[in-house]
Antibody, heavy 117, light 109 residues
Framework: EVQLVQSGGGLVQPGGSLRLSCAAS????????MSWVRQPPGKGLEWVAN????????YFLDSVKGRFTLSRDNARNSFYLQVNSLRVEDTAVYYC??????????WGQGSLVTVSS | QSVLTQAPSASATPGQRVTISCSGS????????VTWYQQLPGTAPKLLIY???LRPSGVPDRFSGSKSGTAASLAISGLQSEDEAVYYC??????????FGGGTKLTVL
């Protein structure tokens, strides 16, 4: 069974940082692109970033470029979203998802990131 | 404001057929396939339709998708109370990577 289990998230002040993690199981992790999608409270879905199987290609939403970074550890079947210089408008539930997008068969449970002073 | 445009709400009674629309442009729906998701409150989105009209295993055939030009539609026939959810369309955009619609909240009356 494919599982994506997320950790990280929490309350952070504007300008702060967090690392979100996504641990994968039930499939051959190093053969899939992986993605992050976020959802501000009460709003719609927004694609954030994705990373190629070997990490050699990464793409980001314009509004997070230079502030968010992606990495993956294929030996640990995990990938990560480092979120820096956080803004109030980054407040959202962040989901990890398997694939490059826009078709995601499998999603994580979500991690809430709240940016507030 | 979302790149793909969806009506914010729709409603229908049990047993009816309802259609949810998604409008885009030549750089997204016009040149790429469409994906549809269903999201129940407090849960992650669930894949309903991909490649514009294909259903993943386990999705009832009451759900169907279509695409014409720069617009796509999700149809739900034989509406059931458990179909009450928010539905999102998504597509690859040639200039912006992946884009979503704003979502349509479906109410089963």
């Amino acid at each position: 069974e494919v599982q994506l289990v997320q950790s990280g998230g929490g309350l952070v002040q504007p300008g702060g940082s967090l690392r979100l993690s996504c641990a994968a199981s039930g499939f051959t992790f190093n053969t899939y692109w992986m993605s992050w999608v976020r959802q501000p409270p009460g709003k719609g879905l927004e694609w954030v970033a994705n990373i190629k199987q070997d990490g050699s290609e990464q793409y980001f939403l314009d509004s997070v470029k230079g502030r968010f970074t992606l990495s993956r550890d294929n030996a640990r079947n995990s990938f990560y979203l480092q979120v820096n210089s956080l803004r109030v408008e980054d407040t959202a539930v962040y989901y990890c998802a398997r694939g490059r997008g826009p078709t995601y068969f499998h999603w994580g449970q979500g991690s809430l990131v709240t940016v507030s002073s | 404001q979302s790149v793909l445009t969806q009506a914010p709400s729709a409603s229908a009674t049990p047993g009816q057929r309802v259609t949810i629309s998604c409008s885009g442009s030549s750089s997204n729906i016009g040149s790429n396939s469409v994906t549809w998701y269903q999201q129940l409150p407090g849960t992650a989105p669930k894949l309903l339709i991909y490649s514009s009209n294909l259903r993943p295993s386990g999705v009832p055939d009451r759900f169907s998708g279509s695409k014409s030009g720069t617009a796509a539609s999700l149809a739900i026939s034989g509406l059931q109370s458990e179909d009450e959810a928010v539905y999102y369309c998504a597509a690859w955009d040639d200039t912006l990577n992946i884009v979503f619609g704003g979502g349509t909240k479906l109410t089963v009356l």
